[in-house]
């Protein structure tokens, strides 16, 4: 079974820097993807992390520990627009499943002035 | 290149009604998934489907049936509806492969049963 958590609310000051955990427990793994949910509409994908190590795009960074299960969303230099949930997404498991993802509940980001 | 889409965006129903969502993609992939997204939640597979013609079944399937007659479109059906079926529904496509092969979503319909 797949177990994924991360803090459901957070808030950061604009301008700001702003690091969201996500820790998990999964019978397999092939990679963690972070993806950022606005109110009121889809998902649309953020980063990709199969190995351990940090992952930069941009003002956005994604690390992964595969030992400790471990894996956070770094924002830098936050914007009013970034206020969003952002969830992470465990692909694991065997044969055709191992291309599902299970989702952790999502963090809720308030950025504020 | 219109990406995921999905019929309709929203639907109120009344208990025991049926309804059948439909979700299409125009970037030929293979796998395509149904999701449903609750507060508190987050998203849960309800079915998937790894090619034209064949499904399976996700972490909540009950209550729910699926269809993938052409690669293109997958269908979700409810044959009865029930209060605990109210919900947003997300569909998404991805080309198969390990690496970046990310899954892409539609806008999401949204489901009252009353």
């Known amino acids: 079974g797949q177990n994924i958590d991360q803090p459901t609310e957070m808030t950061a000051t604009e301008g700001a820097i702003v690091q969201i955990n996500c820790t998990y427990q999964?019978?397999?793994?092939?990679?963690l993807f972070w993806y950022q949910q606005h109110a009121g509409e889809a998902p649309t994908f953020l980063s990709y992390?199969?190995?351990?190590g940090l992952e930069e795009k941009g003002r956005f960074s994604s690390f992964l520990s595969r030992s400790k299960g471990y894996s956070y969303l770094l924002l830098k230099e936050l914007q009013m627009k970034d206020s969003a949930s952002y969830l992470c997404?465990?692909?694991?498991?065997?044969?055709?499943?191992?291309?599902?993802?299970?989702f952790g509940k999502g963090t809720k980001l308030s950025v504020i002035p | 290149n219109a990406g995921v889409t999905q019929t309709p965006k929203f639907r109120v129903l009344k208990t025991g009604q049926s309804m059948t969502l439909l979700c299409a993609q125009d970037m030929n992939h293979e796998y395509m998934y149904w999701y449903r997204q609750d507060p508190g939640m987050g998203l849960r597979l309800i079915h998937y489907s790894v090619g034209e013609g064949t499904t399976a079944k996700g972490e909540v399937p009950d209550g729910y049936n699926v269809s993938r007659l052409k690669k293109q479109n997958f269908l979700l059906g409810l044959e009865s509806a029930a209060p605990s079926q109210t919900s947003v529904y997300f569909c998404?496509?991805?080309?198969?492969?390990?690496?970046?092969?990310?899954?892409?979503f539609g806008p999401g319909t949204r489901l009252l049963v009353l």
């Open positions: 997404a465990v692909r694991g498991g065997s044969g055709a499943g191992s291309y599902q993802l299970t």
């Open positions: 992390n199969v190995l351990d």
């Open positions: 998404a496509s991805q080309r198969p492969g390990q690496g970046l092969e990310t899954q892409y």
């Open positions: 999964t019978s397999g793994f092939n990679g």
